[in-house]
């Protein structure tokens, strides 16, 4: 197994066991993160949205939360690995089932530069949002809307939890 898939197995571990602190060393310094809702610059912006969503898994949908992973590959530049996590969205109480695919870029030293996870962004609105999503969750409005209240969240949360 190449080292950067282990780097990979590693995280997506302590993703399940929603130790945030441990996902937080698999990145660089200057790591970028970007998904449909998040756009993070900096292992402080990236650890601390994992901090953040872990934090809220813990206090609000440990009893629903899953996190299965599969097809973890990588090599000496780039990575790949398919997750599913089933939780309670925080904001709302509903449960979630999101399927993602993940994208690493990799440093020499093995750390993560770049991740980039897609996923569905209108399955999971209608979802996490119920009525909302499902009526406006393909419109670039809801988007740029949990795209900006994600954002001002992340800013509390990094403020309270330096």
Request: with cysteine; proline share 3%; glycine share 6%.
């Amino acid at each position: 197994m190449h080292p950067n898939q282990q780097t990979l197995q590693t995280f997506y571990a302590a993703f399940a066991r929603l130790d945030a602190d441990t996902m937080a060393r698999c990145y660089a310094e200057d790591a970028q993160f970007n998904d449909p809702v998040f756009t993070l610059r900096g292992q402080r912006e990236v650890g601390g949205m994992w901090r953040m969503l872990c934090a809220a898994t813990r206090s609000k949908g440990l009893d629903v939360w899953k996190l299965e992973y599969r097809d973890v590959q990588a090599d000496a530049t780039t990575g790949q690995a398919h997750w599913e996590a089933h939780y309670r969205f925080s904001s709302t109480g509903r449960l979630v089932h999101n399927r993602i695919d993940g994208r690493f870029r990799f440093n020499a030293a093995g750390l993560i530069t770049q991740h980039t996870d897609q996923f569905d962004f209108w399955a999971w609105s209608r979802q996490a949002l119920g009525t909302p999503g499902l009526l406006l969750g393909w419109t670039p409005l809801l988007r740029h809307k949990v795209h900006r209240l994600a954002a001002t969240n992340l800013e509390k949360f990094l403020a309270q939890n330096p």
